[in-house]
Nanobody, 124 residues
Framework: VQLQASGGGSVQAGGSLRLSCAASGRTFSNYLVGWFRQAPGKEREFVAAMRWSGGNVAYADSVKGRFTLSRDYAKHTVNLQMNSLKPEDTAVYYC??????????????????WGQGTQVTVSS
């Protein structure tokens, strides 16, 4: 499966952006699909994830209540709606998918397929 991320950009603090991750090729409904981000000089960190089939969504504490992950079944994409953005949200955002159990949803190293990153810049 190949992933294509889009929707990054530059906004002021308090603004919103919507990222999309489109999948091509075969996906498996029980696979996880998620978003991670990496700021300069920092490690890649978990943002949000769900199964392609839908259901529960996991969020990092830093984005809970501001970001919403959803699934567009018709377009075979997952979307990350980011509201109330903060300068500390500035990073390159990556979508990823892989077969893993829910308990390891935050483990970037266990995701097998990654899309290219998309830059999100939030100015104060």
């Amino acid at each position: 499966v190949q992933l294509q991320a889009s929707g990054g950009g530059s906004v002021q603090a308090g603004g919103s952006l919507r990222l999309s991750c489109a999948a091509s090729g075969r996906t498996f409904s029980n696979y996880l699909v998620g978003w991670f981000r990496q700021a300069p000089g920092k490690e890649r960190e978990f943002v949000a994830a769900m199964r392609w089939s839908g259901g529960n969504v996991a969020y990092a504490d830093s984005v809970k209540g501001r970001f919403t992950l959803s699934r567009d079944y018709a377009k075979h994409t997952v979307n990350l709606q980011m509201n109330s953005l903060k300068p500390e949200d500035t990073a390159v955002y990556y979508c990823a998918t892989g077969q893993q159990i829910w308990g390891y949803v935050r483990r970037a190293d266990l995701y097998s397929n990654w899309g290219q990153g998309t830059q999100v810049t939030v100015s104060s």
